[in-house]
């Protein structure tokens, strides 16, 4: 699904250039459910939003779904997204002015799928994450985690190949952050690959892949032992 | 062009627009007030037009009249002060000089007199003059027709009289036509009532009568009051008026730079200054209505910019979730052009309402000062078509900010 060889990218800073990633090889396939741990500024959020379409890489090859990423323009992005990207961020990033239901529906806007059965489509996500008597509510009247789970169901909708969560439990207190992970875990059930960095360990466990990061590099890549469980 | 069409365009405008209500009303007044200003400054300057040419419009407005006065220089012989009048010679003499400048030469000889009908009676100004006076100043007739080169030609004793007299000597409800009235004891058939310009007008309540008949009946011989002239279309009026007036003081032994003699009137000169005054309110109109046409756009397009700073991490959600730059622009640039056209209706609704308000209060009655003021619907088309051409031109400013950055970079904004 994501296959990354000798993946470089630096930061100008001024007339310097800071090299966050060194050459990160990655193969994520189908199905998977994996983790990046690492300290903070380890260069976690720079891999995923590479993955994710919403930066580039310098050096090195990318390969989406098979697809060789290079020289995208921003439509062919924005299309590749849209068919095969779900994104949760750590801040949620909801339209404050529209409503759950309609933030839900929105992805399927940019698909050009007709009003009436997009807010269909999305109030069954909403349900999906027992949200449905909230469809009508702006972001500001939800709770942290029911705008996650908010979030969890705008990146569904398109029914991507790949979730990518950036940090999704971290403004979430530890019952919150259950919740949020017992759906990523029922999306990956159903056969979706999911990409989540974090930075606590029980996040980190109930994945099935744990990929370590330190300045840049990889230092280890091991399943989790609900990982091994479930590959016996 | 589909997504014109799309309601889901709408909502999104309806949306953003909803969202951000004062920077929507700020931008809405600001494209208003220029087309406001535009709609009501050109109404009320097309007001002013025609009420000038009210004043003017039943006469014809290339006239020069000419009377005698008295001398100011001693010459050939002749003293200073010496007094003088014009001649049937003096007419003919310019009609043929001035064959081709002159359109029409009316010699008129006026007098004040007692007319009396039956019991009442009043004084008034009695006016020996040919038909074409009708031609010169258009009169408006309430009874019965003007004089005619037959009464002219038989030296009738008919009188066309004014709507004052026919109230003052007349019963209510009698007609005038055909009545007979007495004008220094002799009795004139009347033959039509008109009404007397309110604006521009030389002769007041007067009573019309052949200038034969006037030659006749007071014994004027030759004399010739005054003269009214009116030039052909091309001609220049103040050469003509110049040229006239020297042929003038050469018949009668005039000194050629005597001020005094001649007293004359440039109808058109006076209207050239009115209508210079009028195309130069024009043009101030004009000058004002763009400049804050201008300015409101530009109001729009640097709104438009602060919106799509202030929503810039909004905009990289919606690419995250796979916005084309093409869809963001769209959105950008119809917000504008939506923005810009309710705006622009808006203005010309309300410059119309207060355009009615003017008319209903100063463009009534006699006297208006600001009849129909209204304007031009190609003109106005023009201006909204080209404010709609302005908001799109300005929203492609802030729409192409709002897609160069990275997607990342906008979702970092805070
Ligand atoms: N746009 C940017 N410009 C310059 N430096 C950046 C930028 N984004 C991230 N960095 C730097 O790159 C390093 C890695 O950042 P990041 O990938 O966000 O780390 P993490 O998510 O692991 O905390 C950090 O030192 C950060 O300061
Ligand atoms: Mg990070």
Redesign the interface.
């Known amino acids: 699904m994501i296959r990354i060889e000798k993946l470089h990218k630096s930061y100008p800073i001024g007339k310097d250039s800071l090299h966050v990633l060194k050459g990160i090889d990655l193969h994520i396939k189908e199905g998977e459910f994996v983790s990046i741990m690492g300290s903070s500024g380890s260069g976690k959020s720079t891999l995923l939003?590479i993955v994710?379409l919403?930066?580039?890489h310098d050096e090195g090859n990318y390969y989406l779904n098979g697809q060789l990423i290079k020289d995208l323009n921003?439509?062919k992005?924005?299309?590749l997204?849209?068919?095969f990207l779900g994104?949760v961020?750590q801040s949620f990033?909801?339209?404050?002015?529209?409503t759950a239901l309609?933030n839900v529906a929105?992805?399927l806007?940019?698909?050009g799928m007709a009003?009436k059965e997009r807010l269909k489509i999305a109030q069954e996500y909403l349900e999906k994450v027992e949200l449905g008597p909230w469809a009508n509510h702006l972001p500001n009247e939800l709770s942290g985690g029911q705008k996650q789970r908010v979030a969890i169901a705008?990146a569904l909708v398109?029914k991507p190949k790949v979730v990518l969560a950036d940090e999704p439990t971290g403004a979430l207190d530890s019952t919150t952050t259950d919740s949020v992970m017992d759906l990523l875990k029922d999306i990956n059930d159903e056969g979706m690959t999911v990409f989540v960095i974090t930075h606590e360990e029980e996040v980190a466990e109930q994945t099935k892949r744990v990929v370590r990061l330190k300045d840049g590099l990889i230092i280890s890549d091991e399943l989790t032992a609900t990982g091994k469980a479930k590959t016996v | 062009m589909k997504f014109l069409f799309d309601s889901d365009t709408w909502q999104e405008i309806y949306g953003s627009i909803r969202k951000n209500k004062v920077r929507t009303a700020i931008t809405i007044i600001g494209v208003l007030w220029g087309i406001f200003l535009l709609v009501v400054l050109l109404g009320a300057a097309r007001g002013l037009e025609n009420s000038f040419n009210k004043l003017f419009g039943n006469f014809a407005t290339n006239s020069v009249f000419v009377w005698t006065q008295s001398t100011d220089t001693p010459f050939k012989g002749f003293q200073e002060g010496r007094r003088f009048t014009l001649t049937m010679n003096d007419i003919d003499v310019l009609k043929s000089e001035y064959s081709d400048e002159i359109k029409l030469l009316a010699p008129r000889n006026q007098t004040n007199n007692l007319i009396i009908k039956d019991f009442k009676s009043g004084d008034f100004r009695v006016s020996g003059d040919y038909p074409i006076l009708d031609q010169i100043q258009k009169k408006q007739l309430l009874y019965g027709r003007f004089l005619n080169q037959n009464d002219i030609l038989s030296i009738a004793k008919v009188a066309v009289i004014s709507e004052d007299m026919y109230k003052q000597l007349f019963e209510i409800n009698e007609f005038p036509i055909g009545q007979y009235i007495k004008i220094n004891s002799i009795s004139y058939k009347v033959i039509g009532v008109y009404k007397p310009s309110n604006t521009v007008n030389f002769d007041g309540d007067c009573a019309y009568i052949p200038f034969t008949t006037f030659r006749k009946v007071y014994n004027t011989a030759n004399k010739v009051d005054w003269m009214m002239i009116t030039a052909n279309e091309g001609t220049d009026i103040e050469q003509m008026e110049k040229d006239v007036l020297l042929t003038l003081k050469g018949l009668h032994k005039v000194h050629p730079d005597d001020e005094r003699a001649f007293g004359s009137v440039n109808l058109g000169k006076e209207i050239g200054k009115i209508t210079g005054f009028i195309i130069g309110m024009q043009f101030l109109t004009w000058f004002v209505g763009i400049a804050t046409l201008i300015a409101g756009v530009f109001a729009i397009g640097n709104i438009l910019l602060i919106t799509v700073k202030e929503r810039t991490k909004e905009i990289g959600i919606r690419r995250a979730l796979g916005a084309t730059p093409k869809s963001i622009r769209q959105q950008i640039i119809l917000e504008s052009v939506f923005l810009t056209t309710i705006a622009g209706m808006l203005g010309i609704i309300l410059g119309s309402l207060v355009l009615f308000l003017i008319d209903t209060a100063f463009g009534q009655g006699e006297d208006a000062t600001l009849i129909n003021p209204t304007v031009n619907i190609p003109i106005i088309l023009i201006a909204f078509v080209t404010l709609i051409v302005l908001g799109t031109l300005i929203g492609l400013i802030p729409a192409h900010m709002a897609t160069v950055v990275k997607p990342i970079e906008a979702l970092r904004e805070e």
Do not use: M, Q
């Open positions: 939003n994710g919403l930066d580039v921003e439509k992005a924005a299309i997204r849209n068919k994104f961020f990033n909801l339209i404050s002015y529209k309609e929105l992805p806007y940019y698909k009003r705008r398109t």
